[in-house]
């Protein structure tokens, strides 16, 4: 079994290779500063080092979950602030990363997204933010749950923060659930092949159902098209599992 679902998870990167979102090409360049930064800033630097003890691989939210979320929440307010000045967009852009690598700290407790919200004050307390920036910090993480009612903004810039760290982290709902998040989750569960392919299409139900949730503009236009590329992986994924168990 573990030389099938081996094969499978290169599969799985090979057609994620070939169905990347058109996101990617058209912010090719908010991608690339969202980048540089989120390896570069001193405070991301810290960050990363003070996010990395509380994250855990269970379930795909570990580490390389918060590092994308984190640059491509990051590259969604460049894309939704253009027409702002370069100081407030890069700063906000610099929270958005903050808030994407704290978002699952508490990830395995109930209600993880009020608890990791209680936990950025704490693990931001020393650091060069203003009062305002960690409320929005921690408000965003409040609010990146799907299907769970908002808590209101105080102003827009606290709203857009909160809608671009949701956007980041369902865009992971597509492509990279059945790269990284499907197979971590079977080996943390330890499912056999039957039982993965049982749960199989009540999974690829989940994951249209977030189709329709994207908050912000730009989310609004290329998250259909991350969850399009997921469920043809997935999809295909689910008819290879049954081949083989057949």
């Given at each position: 079994m573990n030389?099938?679902?081996?094969?499978?998870?290169?599969?799985?990167?090979?057609?994620?290779?070939h169905?990347?979102?058109s996101f990617?090409d058209?912010y090719?360049?908010e991608?690339?500063?969202s980048?540089d930064?989120?390896?570069?800033?001193?405070?991301?630097?810290?960050c990363?080092?003070?996010?990395?003890?509380f994250?855990?691989?269970?379930?795909?939210?570990?580490?390389e979950h918060?590092?994308n979320?984190?640059?491509?929440s990051?590259?969604?307010?460049?894309?939704?602030?253009?027409?702002w000045?370069?100081?407030?967009s890069r700063?906000?852009?610099?929270?958005s990363?903050?808030?994407g690598?704290l978002?699952?700290?508490c990830?395995?407790?109930?209600?993880?997204?009020?608890?990791?919200?209680?936990?950025?004050?704490?693990?931001?307390?020393?650091y060069?933010?203003?009062?305002?920036?960690?409320?929005?910090i921690?408000?965003?993480?409040?609010?990146?749950e799907?299907?769970?009612?908002?808590t209101?903004?105080?102003?827009?810039?606290a709203?857009?923060?909160?809608?671009?760290?949701?956007?980041?982290?369902k865009f992971?709902?597509?492509?990279?659930?059945?790269v990284?998040?499907?197979?971590?989750i079977?080996?943390y569960?330890d499912?056999s092949?039957d039982?993965?392919?049982?749960?199989?299409?009540?999974g690829?139900?989940?994951?249209?159902s977030i189709?329709e949730t994207f908050?912000t503009?730009t989310?609004?236009?290329?998250?259909?098209?991350?969850?399009?590329?997921g469920l043809?992986?997935?999809?295909?994924?689910?008819?290879r599992?049954?081949k083989?168990?057949?």
């Open positions: 030389n099938c679902l081996h094969k499978l998870k290169m599969e799985a990167k090979e057609l994620k290779s169905n990347l979102p990617y058209h090719a360049p991608l690339a500063h980048r930064t989120f390896f570069d800033h001193p405070l991301i630097q810290r990363r080092e003070d996010a990395i003890p994250l855990h691989d269970q379930y795909g939210h570990g580490i918060s590092k979320v984190a640059i491509e990051g590259a969604l307010i460049l894309a939704e602030t253009a027409g000045d370069i100081p407030s700063h906000l852009m610099l929270l990363q903050v808030a690598l978002h699952d700290t990830r395995l407790e109930p209600a993880h997204a009020q608890q990791g919200a209680e936990l950025s004050r704490k693990i931001l307390q020393d060069p933010f203003s009062e305002q920036d960690k409320d929005m921690a408000l965003a993480i409040a609010n990146h799907a299907f769970k009612a908002n209101p903004a105080c102003d827009p810039a709203d857009l923060l909160s809608n671009a760290l949701y956007d980041g982290d992971r709902w597509g492509p990279d659930n059945f990284t998040t499907l197979w971590e079977c080996d569960e499912w092949l039982k993965i392919i049982e749960r199989f299409p009540q690829l139900e989940i994951v249209q189709a908050r503009a989310g609004q236009i290329y998250g259909p098209e991350f969850i399009s590329c043809h992986m997935g999809q295909h994924l689910y008819r599992l049954k083989i168990c057949s």
